[in-house]
């Protein structure tokens, strides 16, 4: 039998293709390569027999003509499937990369170190190498935490964020407090089930209310979507801090948090707290009737407000002159 999600891929992949974005590997250091969807136009096309190229030569790029934004993906899947709708939104008035974090969509390191700030890093050296000097970075969830690594390591790199259903560090006792609520163990028992029902209960914890699916649907997802569980485990195993080694960073960028109002993993009061602890760079903004996934749940609402917000950061969308 076909697996639909396996089908749909591709042609989530060629729609965004048409849109302007081309898939690109690039290598960050010996045994560490990162997927990034970049906009064509930065690509420099080199004509030349690349057999006869020194191995050592690095490509060329083109700086992005609009703004840029970064959509960093969450813990669920790979960049383009979280984000196809704001991909497809934003590259009107952005220059829009979509980057896929180690172990998801063929970005992958030989390197043992599976920590937040190493993905940060990465994707810092990433971008660098695609041309970006200066970005707008979204993030939603695990892409949120390591978007506020990212930002407190490269605040040059990282001009704004737009975080949503996410935290500035998952601390033993955040995690304690929404384990129990949500009643796991682990991370890994949440995002990575290994039956239909764990994946019909993920779907629901994320969303706000969940349309019917048939089964087949969910065994398609339970095929494509955790792959690399090894990895991905050890990921959210080095995601948790102690509370006696989590910081107190304070952030010269804009934040500004877009939260769902029925967030199940990262409720309202801890939104409220962050905003509290970064003070008058922060904002927030409700989406009504929405849960963790509120990018894919209510993608319009979630793409109104968003595009008001990078608007307030860029102005009419143009890139800014110094």
Same mark, same amino acid.
């Given at each position: 039998?076909?697996?639909?999600?396996?089908?749909? =891929?591709?042609? !989530?992949? $060629? %729609?965004?293709?048409?849109?302007?974005?081309?898939?690109?590997?690039? &290598? *960050?250091? @010996?045994?560490?390569?990162?997927?990034?969807?970049?906009?064509?136009?930065?690509?420099?096309?080199?004509?030349?027999?690349?057999?006869?190229?020194?191995?050592?030569?690095?490509?060329?790029?083109?700086?992005?003509?609009?703004?840029?934004?970064?959509?960093?993906?969450?813990?669920?899947?790979?960049?383009?499937?979280?984000?196809?709708?704001?991909?497809?939104?934003?590259?009107?008035?952005?220059?829009?990369?979509?980057?896929?974090?180690?172990?998801?969509?063929?970005?992958?390191?030989?390197?043992?170190?599976?920590?937040?700030?190493?993905?940060?890093?990465?994707?810092?050296?990433?971008?660098?190498?695609?041309?970006?000097? =200066?970005?707008? !970075?979204? $993030? %939603?969830?695990?892409?949120?935490?390591?978007?506020?690594?990212?930002? &407190? *390591?490269? @605040?040059?790199?990282?001009?704004?964020?737009?975080?949503?259903?996410?935290?500035?560090?998952?601390?033993?006792?955040?995690?304690?407090?929404?384990?129990?609520?949500?009643?796991?163990?682990?991370?890994?028992?949440?995002?990575?089930?290994?039956?239909?029902?764990?994946?019909?209960?993920?779907?629901?914890?994320?969303?706000?209310?969940?349309?019917?699916?048939?089964?087949?649907?969910?065994?398609?997802?339970?095929?494509?979507?955790?792959?690399?569980?090894?990895?991905?485990?050890?990921?959210?195993?080095?995601?948790?801090?102690?509370?006696?080694?989590?910081?107190?960073?304070?952030?010269?960028?804009?934040?500004?948090?877009?939260?769902?109002?029925d967030d199940k993993i990262f409720n309202l009061e801890l939104v409220?707290?962050?905003?509290?602890?970064?003070?008058?760079?922060?904002?927030?903004?409700?989406?009504?009737?929405?849960?963790?996934?509120?990018?894919?749940?209510?993608?319009?609402?979630?793409?109104?407000?968003?595009?008001?917000?990078?608007?307030?950061?860029?102005?009419?969308?143009?890139?800014?002159?110094?």
């Amino acid at each position: 039998m076909v697996n639909v999600i396996a089908t749909l =891929k591709p042609l !989530l992949h $060629g %729609l965004i293709n048409i849109a302007g974005l081309t898939s690109q590997r690039v &290598e *960050l250091e @010996p045994g560490t390569v990162m997927n990034i969807w970049v906009p064509k136009q930065t690509i420099i096309i080199n004509n030349n027999n690349t057999k006869t190229q020194p191995k050592n030569q690095t490509q060329k790029w083109n700086k992005p003509n609009k703004p840029v934004v970064v959509l960093a993906h969450p813990f669920s899947a790979d960049g383009i499937l979280m984000w196809f709708f704001q991909a497809l939104a934003l590259t009107s008035k952005y220059s829009v990369y979509v980057p896929d974090f180690l172990f998801f969509g063929g970005s992958t390191t030989n390197t043992a170190n599976r920590s937040a700030t190493f993905q940060a890093e990465c994707l810092a050296k990433g971008l660098r190498k695609v041309g970006v000097d =200066k970005c707008t !970075l979204v $993030g %939603l969830s695990y892409g949120g935490m390591v978007g506020f690594k990212m930002a &407190e *390591l490269y @605040p040059d790199l990282v001009e704004a964020m737009v975080v949503s259903s996410t935290v500035i560090e998952l601390t033993e006792s955040i995690t304690g407090e929404c384990l129990d609520r949500l009643g796991f163990s682990s991370w890994s028992e949440l995002l990575l089930p290994e039956t239909v029902e764990g994946v019909k209960l993920l779907f629901s914890i994320g969303n706000h209310k969940l349309p019917w699916l048939p089964d087949f649907l969910y065994r398609d997802f339970l095929e494509v979507m955790f792959t690399n569980r090894k990895e991905k485990a050890q990921l959210l195993e080095a995601l948790v801090v102690s509370d006696k080694d989590s910081t107190t960073q304070t952030y010269p960028q804009r934040i500004h948090f877009l939260w769902a109002d029925d967030d199940k993993i990262f409720n309202l009061e801890l939104v409220h707290t962050m905003k509290g602890r970064i003070g008058e760079k922060a904002t927030l903004e409700y989406i009504q009737n929405a849960g963790h996934l509120l990018q894919l749940e209510r993608p319009f609402a979630y793409n109104k407000h968003l595009k008001k917000i990078l608007a307030s950061i860029h102005g009419d969308g143009k890139p800014k002159h110094h």
